[in-house]
């Protein structure tokens, strides 16, 4: 195996895993290290990466050619592709070690662990051998030395850590897509999770929440003061705070409807009276919307805000005042590529598209389905019965509400079928 003599498992947290004919097949997350009766350090016996579609699996070190802070490269392209599970002698370094409160022999002084190094012995073994730790010092304004010292002599690394904390665990997840770390999420225990979600700031909480499955949502807004949750409630599109809300009690949502701020509020009301498995239920109520006489220039500036989602911001609505929903009389709309080919200073009145008939908000996802793929559409007008826009329902709505009700749950994605075909029953 080439790789480095001493590796910095945290540092090889979301490293990208190769295949022998270099193409990627996944991304590491964590390191397996198998506990020991002896007083020997733990041996590292693969890794955990996890593949396309969410699937986090087993690498057996033995299988690995390279690793360093760029790759993971496997000698082999064969995988088992079973979903990884701990044994009861293994230890996920990362996710049980990072942050854990320790003692430095000798002296007893307290620490946090923030990294941890496996190296290779002679005989081809890796081991945990060094253990970063940084001081506590008691004051707020100081930070500690960091130390690197033996695993033996750290005092805490073995047993259950209740009193571990979360920043360091943090700044591995920071850099994660938030769909990745709600992934990352569902594999913390439950104490564990409830720690790091309240720990983001409003906005990644609300997205992260976006990409969980239902009781996973819950279970962390139950777990956050009501004023907070109203907070992560009023970042979130409307639509996802409308999902969520209605797995509540109605009780609980008109309370966490009061302490929002009304404005943020009163388009989740509206949604919430829709009813379930219809256009006006799973409809954004916040799409792109213009009045005629904005040019193609104003169109394109605003379908480049950094805040718009790829299917919301495909596509400007055009409608008379007022513009915020629901608008004045529809018009009409206009794709994002035929922006692009019309002249800036050209007006949307002269190039807006309405030969598509708009869905009703009591249009049934079934229908809305057909008429999207009939269309070739990634969006489709919502209008009431006065012809006001009242939202848009994107190809991310109609997918996430015609997939199964548990697609997100990492414990239903991998489902037996054609795949198992596929493992080869050596590795896990």
């Known amino acids: 195996m080439s790789t480095p003599t001493r590796i910095y498992i945290a540092r090889l947290s979301g490293v990208a895993v190769y295949d022998p004919n270099g193409d990627q097949v996944g991304r590491v997350r964590d390191a397996v290290a198998r506990l020991r009766a002896t007083k020997r350090p733990p041996e590292v016996v693969g890794l955990v990466a996890e593949m396309p579609m969410r699937r986090r699996i087993f690498l057996s070190i033995n299988r690995i050619t390279s690793i360093d802070a760029d790759a993971v490269v496997l000698g082999s392209g064969t995988l088992n592709l079973r979903r990884f599970e701990k044994r009861p002698n293994e230890l996920l370094v990362l996710q049980e070690l990072l942050d854990r409160r320790v003692q430095l022999d000798p002296g007893g002084q307290p620490g946090t662990v923030v990294d941890v190094a496996m190296e290779c012995t002679r005989g081809g073994e890796y081991t945990l051998t060094r253990v970063a730790v940084r001081e506590q010092t008691g004051r707020l304004t100081r930070r500690g030395h960091l130390h690197q010292v033996d695993w033996d002599r750290v005092r805490g690394l073995s047993g259950i850590a209740d009193n571990r904390g979360t920043a360091n665990l943090l700044a591995v997840l920071e850099d994660m897509r938030p769909a990745d770390l709600a992934n990352a ?173 708009p869905l009703r908000p009591t249009t049934p996802l079934p229908e809305i389905t057909r008429r999207m793929a009939t269309y070739d559409l990634v969006a489709m007008p919502v209008i009431d019965r006065n012809n006001r826009l009242v939202g848009a329902v994107t190809v991310d709505d109609v997918l996430d509400h015609s997939l199964p009700r548990d697609w997100r749950d990492r414990d239903a994605l991998a489902a037996p079928g054609a795949t198992d075909a596929m493992l080869d029953g050596t590795d896990g």
């Open 185 to 357: 999420l569902q594999d913390l225990p439950d104490a564990r999770r409830n720690e790091v979600a309240a720990a983001l700031n409003d906005e990644r909480l609300a997205d992260v929440l976006s990409e969980l499955p239902e009781h996973d949502q819950v279970e962390i807004l139950a777990a956050l003061d009501r004023e907070r949750a109203a907070d992560v409630l009023e970042e979130m599109d409307p639509d996802d705070a409308a999902d969520l809300l209605n797995e509540l009690p109605p009780p609980e949502q008109d309370v966490l409807l009061d302490l929002m701020e009304p404005d943020e509020a009163d388009p989740v009301r509206q949604l919430l009276k829709y009813t379930p498995g219809t256009a006006g239920s799973v409809m954004t109520s916040e799409p792109v919307i213009l009045p005629p006489d904005a040019t193609v220039a104003e169109a394109l500036a605003r379908i480049r805000e950094p805040q718009l989602s790829p299917a919301v911001a495909a596509q400007v609505f055009v409608t008379r005042a007022p513009q915020n929903t629901p608008t004045g009389r529809y018009l009409g709309m206009v794709h994002f590529q035929a922006l692009l080919r019309e002249p800036p200073a050209d007006l949307l009145g002269k190039v807006v598209v309405n030969d598509i008939d």
